[in-house]
């Protein structure tokens, strides 16, 4: 295959694990690049209830798990997204949502695209926490219209009122600091794991940068997946 060749191809972005913290916008990207690279998004929950719903056998071990209490083990969402990954959408690429969450889980996710497909590659999209405080923290809705405001970056005309037809904003209940922390806590201790995993095998761990606008920050996720994929593919040539 000639260079020219190569670079006319069309690029395949392959399995991509977007990871951010709470209110990174990783749902906007994911929507973006699930549209741009017409390659569906893998979500375990949506998984796990198509299944339950379905009644497929799959479906129903999680359900008398479930209704006992217990929780759904990792065996039986592998098996969920081993079948998911066997239908032909998923053949350039798809986006994981929710997958793989554990250390194990990611192993596991590796031996089953070793012969097959691309291996994934994560992509954690950063944000300087005192942002996403101020994201979370200072996010206002409207009850009656429903826009949303930010009294920080996106603040209405009069405070604490809607700039269509004045009615007074309302704040969830659960956009606090605390909360806010306790998530982020969480967060960083699922996903450290992970991230380590795919840092050390073959370098397939990036971050980029989220303080920027929506349409820098998916340019920034393009770039850095064509980057990742050239480079993986170099190095599987050289073996
Ligand atoms: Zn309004």
């Known amino acids: 295959m000639s260079d020219a060749s190569v670079n006319s191809r069309e ?8 990871l951010g913290a709470p209110g990174v916008g990783k749902g906007t990207q994911a929507k973006l690049l699930v549209d741009e690279f017409r390659i569906p998004q893998v979500s375990t929950g949506d998984l796990l209830r198509e299944h339950r719903k379905n009644h497929t056998p799959l479906g129903m071990m999680a359900d008398e798990l479930m209704s006992k209490g217990q929780l759904v083990p ?5 098996e969920m997204v081993a079948a998911r990954l ?15 969450r554990t250390l194990n889980q990611a192993e596991w996710l590796d031996g089953e695209l070793a012969t097959s497909a691309l291996p994934v590659i994560a992509i954690s999209i950063a944000v300087p926490e005192r942002e996403l405080l101020e ?38 209940p659960d956009d606090t ?6 998530r982020m806590k969480a967060f960083e201790a699922k996903t450290a794991a992970v991230i380590e995993y ?16 929506v ?25």
């Open 135 to 172: 994201r979370i923290t200072g996010r206002m809705t409207c009850p009656v219209c429903g826009t949303i405001y930010n009294v920080y970056s996106e603040p209405p005309a009069k405070a604490g009122h809607c700039d269509r037809e004045g009615a007074a904003l309302t704040r969830r």
């Open 11 to 18: 690029f395949f972005p392959g399995p991509v694990l977007l």
């Open 198 to 213: 795919y840092r050390k095998h073959g370098g397939r761990f990036a971050e980029v940068n989220g303080n920027l606008s």
């Open 74 to 78: 990792d065996e039986l969402v592998n």
């Open 177 to 182: 600091e605390p909360v806010f922390r306790e």
């Open 215 to 239: 349409d820098e920050v998916t340019q920034s996720i393009r770039g850095t997946l064509l980057r990742l994929r050239q480079h993986g593919e170099a190095e599987r040539q050289e073996k």
């Open 86 to 100: 066997t239908e032909p959408d998923t053949k350039h690429g798809y986006i994981l949502d929710g997958f793989p």
